[in-house]
């Protein structure tokens, strides 16, 4: 059988577009340049400043400490890869062609909410690889950390198709290690879509950990391959972990095939402040009772295209099945190849949609 995948056609020159207007913007191509546009944040104290860093196609490898941001004064934050120009005026909307490597030192890229600001961060269109975090005071993420549990920031958080990859954190013994991203804000928006969260480890939670009180909005996520290493029968390991006061609504995901020792499970859905409501997922081992179920949880192979590409293959139960209506929030207009995010009868469950040209019984 011969498949062809209808890929990275959108890496032709696209119009570039922040999610600001934005007063500050850089465009950088080398890690140093990255560094400098972190540590050069505006500050206006009136939340008249955003920043806009437009990140240049390429590998970005961290330096002692991992990238570092903060955002203190109120100020609004996008970062975002694929930029192809020496303007960043044409971008790719492909997350593996911009790559931040924590050469397995430190964590990656860790944005801080100093003094609770009421900003809007947005990351995407990123890699990230390769991060070794560990802290020994606080919350730590191999990948990207935004923001703290304690205390967390005011604003509003969009983390939009990236790609976590092969990241590493390393518990201090009572805060959050988290092997991919970890994201806290009390913000009236919180939005986790179109990522791809595969061979992340940590000891109790692999791949992402998001906390709000709040409702939290993930859909068409993939995480494969993520390893929770310690999980115990009182406290499992958890592929992905969550707090919240209101609904974690979980759309279109695809848990399957992470590893772990005893006692772990790609989530946990009980608890007091694990409040969920599902629709259309394909979670291969969970625990705990649901709030709400909106459609069906599916509990099936995937039959991903190869087991280094978790793309959907054409024999896929998860071409088209997702939710008939739009995910609370909101659907993106593409996928994590910056393919049309519909291009069937349905969405497909997970980060990729399928668009197979044509499909024969011949070699």
Known sequence: ?????????????????????STKSACVSNSGELASALANLASASDNSDANDIRVRVGRYVAPAGGFTAAVTNHHDLAISGGYLDAACTQQSLDASLTVLDGNHTDGVLKIDTIALPASDIVVSVLTFQDGNAASPFESSAGGLKIG????ISNGRIRVERNVFRNNNATSNGFSHAVGGLLAATDGDSFIVRDNLFVGNTASDVAAAFFYSNFEIDVSNNTFAGNEATAGTADVPG??????????????????????????TFDLDLGGTFRHATLANNDIQLATGMTQAQTDSTLQVDPLFAHSDDFRLSVLSPLIDAGFAGVPPGGLSAVDLDGAPRVAGDGIDLGAYESSFIFVDDFE
Request: charged content about 10%; glycine content about 8%; hydrophobic content about 50%.
């Open 148 to 151: 703290d549990p304690g205390p």
């Open 238 to 263: 958890l592929t992905m972990d969550f707090f919240t006061l209101a609904p974690m609504m979980l759309t279109n995901n695809i848990f399957w095939g992470n590893l772990g020792a005893d006692h």
């Open 1 to 21: 059988m011969k498949t062809a995948h209808f890929l990275f056609t959108i890496t032709s020159c696209l119009a570039a577009g922040s999610a600001f207007a």
